[in-house]
């Protein structure tokens, strides 16, 4: 998903707030247990050059933030962008979440791990161009040249006189100038940044700290209900029938009735809508502890449907078939690789496995949503609200200006939250009572009705000659793939198609390259997991060159670095800098002691990628324990991300992707059985505990460059360079995930 990039110039901001934004007017985010409240109408007064920053007589500076919250910091690194180019200080500015002004705001979403990079020309113009039109305000009010004037902390200085007018002051004459054009401002250059670049605490560290932030799960309303769905385990099923006598009668319920499934996936996978969701029955209650009471009083018949003998085995059967059968599409096709590998000196061969994989995130889906006669009120922790707004006008037949979406706080999100089923069946729910109504999931509802990464197999084939360097590479990917979820059975052809393919070209010389893809159905729902398909290619390409490294006698980081030159290409055409890989391969070898000895049982691993504008290595240290429990010690990152406007929040984004891409390789796994995910809850999908998390030291190369993203790109290279430790310890290649204690135990012993 890579939402789009907007600037909004002051007119269209006016215009646009004044005929379909009454609501911005107004206030743009009144959270539901304030409505009982009188709104205040901003000041007349009020400065607005932008859609993006707001200033008032009393010196009040507001910025509105267009991305949603999800953990990542998008707050505090939009506050810096503003701070530091409209010259005030970091801490005097507020926050507002953007409204769904459509005509405005037409990326109120982040995907793609572009959220500070997408600020980073916006914001940073919308600052310049208050701060610019303040000096000119001041020096109109003075009869002065501008060129004598300056911003600085929250005001303009006269530099000749030392007179000063605090922007408060300024906000009269500003509002009556000629708009500065975003494109004609002048940006600071880098060696003038007093914020970007130094870390900074998080904004919003208080309120999290007090309890006072308001997530999704805490909107309150009054007369509010609450409601959970037994949805239809069996992914393509349906409900039979049920009886709800038991269900009625539980202390609190207020209604019970049946929800149809909406936009299901058909057996082949194609849906095209982005929207799937199981259908089932609604219990309605006073709390949400009554409904689900409620819920477990049901008496439920289910149709298992088309995909009901849909298993495990059974796809990887289907992945293993399509590994050998002719391609839907030739990615990367340079050089003769079949002649290579059938003249090799060495030829390797092997097979990688990943299956679907849950998104967990801490606070499970839900929604709030009020449905009026001819407007519909909703709040949720969305990653992607534009569409919320946009596809329940369609299922509604509303305009979208009367579907007001509220974007609050996400307790995570990891992709999870760019899908918008939760908030379609809160609309379904509320369509039926007529009341506020907050919609949860529980822990098993997550689990089991995700958007789970698709599941996928790799077949590798490589050759090296007499030296040890490599002829030729052959990758063959196949997946259950994602493509469908959101677009065509067309798009599976495109031989440009990245959602299939990304970082499956390796960035490693070689001659004589290919890499082509086949998908499998599937009737599981699969979508956007954090870093998407990096998060397999990524594990196949940095293993297999491993085993290359090893099949040609080298050490693994100096086999990298020979293969490393300047130039080249990456699936999809993006120029690919080989000088930042080498970059960050050489300082998290560095900083990790690359070649110095290790306990007996210990193994490190290195292993790196670029996704999302960034380039990552990381060396893991894990050390294995005699009945093959894999502990992971500590890991060491290198990272290029461009410039790092918040080192923190680099940091911190590193570290949390380390973390959580170490699910799915200690012991998150999603199986299938009669075409339903047979995990419930944290019992047996094995999210990483905190006494699991290693040591991490993350280390950031110096860059002027545009920021790249930072959500994502820590995941892809973390399976494969603990795998690679697993092999440096123990000698046992981990080529299917996630790592299976007996299978290390059983080789390891012989």
Not at 193 to 204: E, L, S, T
Not at 301 to 309: E, F, T, Y
Not at 621 to 650: F, L
Request: glycine share 10%; proline share 7%.
């Amino acid at each position: 998903m890579m939402p789009v990039q907007v600037e909004v110039n002051r007119r269209e901001f006016l215009k646009a707030g004044a005929t379909g934004g009454a609501a911005f007017i107004m206030g743009f985010y009144l959270p539901l247990r304030s409505r009982g409240q009188e709104s205040q109408p901003l000041q007349t007064n009020t400065f607005a050059p932008n859609a993006w920053v707001r200033i008032t007589p009393d010196n009040q500076i507001t910025v509105l933030v267009e991305k949603p919250e999800m953990g990542q910091g998008q707050r505090t690194t939009e506050v810096m962008l503003l701070a530091e180019e409209l010259e005030v200080d970091f801490s005097t500015i507020h926050i507002e979440q953007a409204p769904t002004i459509p005509d405005i705001y037409k990326s109120l979403a982040t995907g793609g791990s572009g959220g500070t990079g997408a600020g980073w020309s916006t914001v940073r113009k919308a600052g310049a161009q208050a701060r610019q039109m303040f000096v000119r305000a001041a020096a109109e009010q003075w009869s002065v040249d501008k060129k004598d004037c300056r911003a600085e902390n929250g005001a303009v200085m006269h530099t000749p006189t030392g007179r000063r007018f605090t922007y408060g002051e300024l906000v009269e004459t500003a509002s009556r100038l000629p708009e500065i054009s975003a494109d004609a401002v002048t940006l600071k250059e880098p060696k003038d940044f007093r914020f970007i670049g130094k870390p900074m605490p998080r904004v919003d560290t208080p309120s999290k700290v007090d309890g006072s932030a308001e997530f999704g799960i805490d909107v309150r309303a009054p007369k509010m209900l609450y409601a959970v769905i037994a949805r239809c385990p069996y992914f393509g099923g349906k409900l039979s029938s049920f009886d709800a006598n038991a269900t009625k009668n539980t202390p609190g319920v207020r209604a019970v009735f049946p929800v149809p499934p909406l936009g299901f996936l058909d057996i082949c996978g194609y849906g095209g809508r982005n929207l799937n969701t199981a259908g089932g029955v609604a219990v309605v209650a006073e709390s949400t502890w009554a409904a689900i009471q409620g819920r477990n009083a049901l008496k439920l018949n289910w149709d298992k449907g088309l995909g009901g003998s849909e298993t495990t085995e059974s796809l990887r059967s289907s992945l293993e078939q399509q590994a050998t059968a002719p391609p839907t599409f030739i990615a990367v096709d340079r050089g003769d690789t079949s002649k290579a590998l059938d003249n090799a000196a060495k030829k390797i061969e092997t097979t990688y496995e990943l299956p679907f994989a849950a998104h967990a995130t801490m606070e499970p889906m839900n929604t709030t949503a009020h449905v009026r006669e001819n407007e519909i009120e909703i709040w949720s922790p969305t990653q992607w609200a534009n569409v919320i707004q946009d596809e329940i006008a369609t299922l509604s037949g509303l305009s979208k200006n009367k579907v007001i979406v509220h974007m609050t706080l996400s307790g995570g999100s990891f992709g999870r939250r760019a899908q918008w089923d939760y908030a379609a069946e809160a609309w379904q729910v509320a369509r039926e009572v007529r009341k506020p109504v907050q919609l949860l999931w529980t822990r098993e509802d997550d689990i089991q009705h995700d958007f789970y990464r698709e599941y996928s197999y790799h077949r590798l084939a490589g050759s090296l000659d007499p030296q040890g360097g490599i002829v030729a590479w052959s990758h063959r990917i196949v997946s259950t793939s994602i493509r469908p979820v959101f677009d065509s059975p067309e798009s599976l052809k495109d031989p440009g198609n990245s959602a299939e393919v990304g970082g499956a070209d390796p960035p490693y010389s070689c001659p004589n390259v290919r890499v082509d893809y086949a998908p499998v159905r599937s009737v599981v729902p699969r979508a956007w997991w954090r870093s998407v398909v990096s998060s397999f290619t990524a594990f196949a390409v940095e293993c297999f060159i491993d085993e290359l490294a090893h099949a040609a006698g080298k050490d693994a980081y100096e086999f990298r670095m020979g293969l490393l030159r300047e130039g080249g290409k990456i699936a999809g055409g993006q120029t690919l800098d080989r000088r930042k890989f080498r970059g960050v391969l050489q300082l998290a070898a560095e900083k990790a002691g690359w070649g110095k000895p290790l306990p007996p049982g210990w193994g490190r691993g290195i292993a790196c990628h670029f996704s999302f504008g960034s380039y990552i290595a990381h060396v893991a240290e894990v050390s294995v324990e005699k009945e093959g429990a894999v502990r992971v010690r500590r890991v060491v990152s290198g990272v290029d991300c461009g410039t790092a406007v918040n080192p923190d929040g680099v940091r911190a984004m590193a570290e949390g992707a380390i973390n959580f891409a170490l699910t799915p390789v200690l012991g998150g796994e999603i199986s299938i059985k009669d075409g339903a995910v047979e995990q419930s809850n944290f019992h047996d999908y094995q999210v990483l505990r905190i006494n699991q998390s290693p040591e991490i030291e993350v280390h950031i190369v110096p860059s002027n460059e545009p920021p790249g993203g930072m959500g994502e790109p820590g995941v892809p290279p973390l399976a494969p360079a603990v795998a690679n430790a697993v092999f440096a310890a123990t000698g046992v290649r981990v080529r299917r995930l996630p790592i299976d204690r007996r299978v290390l135990n059983k080789i390891s012993n012989g």
